[in-house]
Nanobody, 123 residues
């Protein structure tokens, strides 16, 4: 079994910066892609940024140049540095990861989600 836990959400004014962290725990063998999604009120969950195990990144057009995703493979963590925040960035931010884990002597794979952390940007 594995678990993802996000840290770092909060309330701040437009133009500010915030760093989200996500820690994966459990009997982890390896983690492939990791990413951050967000869901604004009344809207569908959308991809914000993703990063492969090799460090290749992908961003939503709306955050390019403002957000940066990174990961620490040794610590099983992924980060999202958010700069020049806008009210449109408000939402619940979720961590996501493709994880291979041990179940006894067997390996299992799962796409896992964190519980989400609220980011609110006021104008």
């Amino acid at each position: 079994q594995v678990q993802l836990v996000e840290f770092g959400g909060g309330l701040l004014q437009a133009g500010g910066s915030l760093r989200l962290s996500c820690a994966a725990s459990g009997s982890i063998a390896s983690i492939n892609a990791m990413g951050w999604y967000r869901q604004a009120p009344g809207k569908q969950r959308e991809l914000v940024a993703s990063i492969t195990s090799g460090g290749r990144t992908n961003y939503a057009d709306s955050v390019k140049g403002r957000f940066a995703i990174s990961r620490d493979n040794a610590k099983n963590m992924v980060y999202l540095q958010m700069n020049s925040l806008e009210p449109e960035d408000t939402g619940v931010y979720y961590c996501n990861a493709d994880i291979t884990y041990y179940r006894g002597i067997s390996l299992r794979s799962i796409n896992s989600w964190g519980q989400g952390t609220q980011v609110t940007v006021s104008s």
